[in-house]
C-alpha cells in the first residue's frame, strides 16, 4: 500500500509546487497593457480584415493608442467607429470627405464633311416619293455630322432587307443629293416604261396578281414576291411565271382599259363527218394516231384512251389531293390563279411590307 501511496502524494506535491510558481511568474513578468488599447479594441467590429493595414482589429487598436495611427482607417466601422476611437484619445475626429471623379463629357462623333458634288442619285421618281422622308432624314444627320442618327436608319434599312435604299445611302454619302421629285416629272416623262407582253385578256384576269407581285419586288420585299412566285409554280401557272420575271426586269403592268383590244383568230367551223365513211377507212386512220400498232374503230375511242392512261405512271396519293386542292380553288380566288385551300392565307396576307417606318 505505501507503494502506491507514496508516488501519489509525490507527484501531488509536484503539482502544487509547480502551480504556485507559475502564479508567481505571471505576476512577475506581467506586462502591462495600456487601457486606451483595449478601449479601442472593445469598439472595434472584430472582423480582422486587414484593412486598416496591421495584423488584426488588436494590431490596429495598438497602433491607434501608441504608434498614432490614424483613426479613420477601420473601413467596416466607418465614421461611427472613428467617432468612438476620438473619444478615446481625446481628439476630434474629421472624416476625410470623398470627391466624386467629374463626369467625362461624351466625345461626339462627328463624321468630316463630304463635297457635295451637286449630282442627284439614281432612284427613280415613283422611288423618291415613296421614300422621301427616309432618304432627306439620312441626308440630313450624314451632313451634321451625327453618326449615331444615320447608323440608326442603315440599321433599319437592314433589318427590313431594303438593299435599294441602302444603295441610295451610300451615294449618298459619296456626296450626292435627293433631289425633288417635282422637279423630276418631265425627264421621267420623256422615258416610256416598257411593259410585259402579256394580252389585255390575261391582264384583266390576272391583274391583281400581277400588281402584287411588282409592289413586292419593287418594294424589295424578297419574301412576298418569292411567296407569290412559288404559289404560280405550285399551280403551274408557267405563264404568269414568265411575266413576273418581265416584272423582275423592270417592265411595267399595264392597265387593261389603256390595252387594244386582242384580235381575235377566226376558227374555222368543223367539218361535218361524213356518215358514209367507209368503217375499214376508220379503223385504217386511227392506226397512225395511236402509234403503236393496235388499230381500233373510231367508236372504240374510248377504249383508246383507256389504254393511254394505262399506259402512263401511277399517280402519287399527294399529286391527286394536290390536284383535288387545286381545282377546289379556282372559282374562289377569281383570279386565274388555282392554289389548294391551306394556302389561301398566304395570298392573302403578307405580300408586301411597308418600307417607312416611323423615326420618333
Known amino acids: 500500500m505505501e507503494a502506491i501511496m507514496m508516488p501519489v502524494v509525490i507527484l501531488g506535491i509536484t503539482g502544487i509546487l509547480m502551480g504556485l510558481f507559475l502564479a508567481y511568474a505571471s505576476k512577475k513578468f506581467e506586462v502591462e497593457v495600456d487601457p486606451k488599447v483595449e478601449a479601442i479594441l472593445a469598439i472595434l467590429p472584430g472582423a ?20 498614432g495611427a490614424k483613426m479613420t482607417l477601420c473601413a467596416p466601422g466607418g465614421p461611427k ?19 466624386k471623379p467629374a463626369a467625362k463629357k461624351p466625345v461626339e462623333k ?11 442619285i439614281s432612284a427613280s421618281q ?8 427616309m432618304l432627306m432624314k439620312f441626308k440630313e444627320a450624314f451632313d ?9 436608319l442603315e440599321n433599319l434599312a437592314k433589318m427590313a432587307k431594303k438593299d435599294e435604299l441602302l444603295k441610295y445611302y451610300e451615294e449618298i454619302k459619296a456626296g450626292k443629293i435627293v433631289p425633288d421629285p417635282a422637279t423630276m416629272t418631265e425627264a421621267v416623262a420623256t422615258v416610256k416604261a416598257e411593259v410585259i407582253s402579256a394580252t389585255k385578256e390575261f391582264v384583266e384576269k390576272n391583274k391583281r396578281m400581277l400588281m402584287k407581285f411588282k409592289e413586292a419586288f419593287d418594294a424589295g420585299d424578297k419574301e412576298g414576291f418569292e411567296k407569290l412566285e412559288n404559289l404560280a409554280k405550285m399551280a403551274k401557272k408557267d405563264e404568269l411565271l414568265k411575266y413576273y420575271e418581265e416584272i423582275k426586269a423592270g ?7 389603256t390595252m387594244p383590244d386582242t384580235p ?9 363527218e361524213t356518215k ?19 388499230c381500233v374503230p373510231e367508236q372504240n375511242e374510248k377504249v383508246k384512251e383507256d389504254i393511254k392512261k394505262q399506259a402512263e405512271p401511277p399517280k402519287t396519293p399527294e399529286e391527286m389531293e394536290k390536284e383535288k386542292q387545286s381545282a377546289s380553288y379556282c372559282s374562289t380566288l377569281g383570279d386565274g390563279l388555282c392554289v389548294p385551300e391551306e394556302n389561301e392565307q398566304i395570298v392573302k396576307q403578307n405580300l408586301h411590307q411597308e418600307i417607312d417606318k416611323e423615326i420618333k
Open 276 to 294: 358514209t365513211e367507209d368503217p375499214k377507212k376508220q379503223e385504217a386512220s386511227y392506226c397512225s394516231v395511236l402509234g403503236d400498232g393496235l
Open 48 to 67: 480582422n480584415c486587414g484593412a486598416c493595414g496591421f495584423p488584426g482589429c488588436a494590431g490596429y487598436a495598438t497602433g491607434v493608442a501608441l504608434e
Open 110 to 120: 462627328k463624321v468630316a464633311p463630304v463635297a457635295q458634288t451637286g449630282e442627284p
Open 126 to 133: 415613283e422611288f423618291i416619293e415613296k421614300n422621301k422622308r
Open 264 to 272: 381575235t383568230v377566226k376558227k374555222e367551223a368543223p367539218k361535218a
Open 144 to 152: 451634321a455630322g451625327d453618326k449615331e442618327g444615320f447608323e440608326k
Open 251 to 257: 417592265k411595267t403592268v399595264p392597265d387593261p382599259a
Open 81 to 99: 467607429v472613428a467617432q468612438k476611437i476620438g473619444d478615446i484619445m481625446g481628439v476630434a475626429v474629421e472624416m476625410p470627405v470623398k470627391k
